[in-house]
């Protein structure tokens, strides 16, 4: 297991359609975040899962903000009807709990352009 | 709520010693972050203070003070491939289930 990993890397979609991007955190770890990240600004906090639990969402963007984690390994984030306000950089992060020292292990992230 | 401040840009040359500095304001303090990030990539650690005091990794080093809301990030002998933007983030665990909360960031460029 060599970190998180995100997938795809750049999605480009128009207006208006809905795109789904998928996170494989680190196999042990039982915390799962999404971030987002808009040019010139630090990681935005949208939500997080504990196994396959999601125990804040109140801090996604809108109701067409969706996240799963189904079986509590991989997690899904999927934007409806997007708009381009929603063109970021969307991260996935993985912990072992909330105790640890070394932070959070971030995924390459999910390069969103909506034209 | 939260409120993390730092400042937006600096600059340095090679060889040199720089400091950036994070102010913070939290309800539920439970440890303060420094993340690096190299421009279309992943944030990476680089370190990490729960108790007031510097810890010293290397090059890199951090302070915190947790009663002044204040911490540094000291980067020695820069490199041309320290330029990158440097993220302050504080664990609070009366927030999203001590979800990392970050601030702007400060993008350092390193000349020759």
């Known amino acids: 297991d060599t970190g998180v990993s995100q997938n795809p890397r750049h999605k480009i979609t128009k207006r208006g359609q809905n795109v789904t991007f998928r996170c494989d955190p680190i196999?042990?770890?039982?915390?799962l975040y999404w971030y987002r990240q808009t040019l010139g600004q630090g990681p935005e906090f949208l939500t997080y899962f504990q196994n396959e639990a999601q125990l804040e969402k109140s801090r996604l963007l809108s109701d067409r903000f969706s996240a799963e984690r189904p079986k509590g390994s991989f997690s899904t984030l999927e934007i409806q009807r997007t708009e381009q306000g929603d063109s970021a950089m969307y991260l996935c992060a993985s912990s072992l709990g909330h105790q640890g020292t070394y932070g959070y292990t971030f995924g390459s992230g999910t390069r969103l352009t909506v034209v | 709520g939260q409120n993390i401040d730092q400042p937006t840009e600096m600059t340095a040359t090679e060889g040199a010693i720089v400091q950036i500095n994070c102010t913070y304001q939290t309800s539920g303090f439970n440890g303060l972050f420094w993340y690096q990030q190299h421009a279309g990539e992943a944030p990476t650690f680089l370190s990490y203070n729960v108790l007031d005091g510097l810890e010293e990794k290397g090059r890199f080093s951090s302070f915190l003070s947790r009663s002044k809301g204040y911490s540094y990030l000291l980067l020695k002998e820069l490199q041309m491939k320290d330029s990158a933007s440097y993220l302050c983030?504080?664990?609070?665990?009366?927030?999203?289930?001590?979800?990392?909360?970050f601030g702007k960031g400060t993008t350092l460029s390193v000349s020759s």
């Open positions: 196999s042990e770890h039982n915390r």
């Open positions: 983030a504080v664990r609070d665990y009366s927030q999203a289930g001590t979800a990392l909360i």
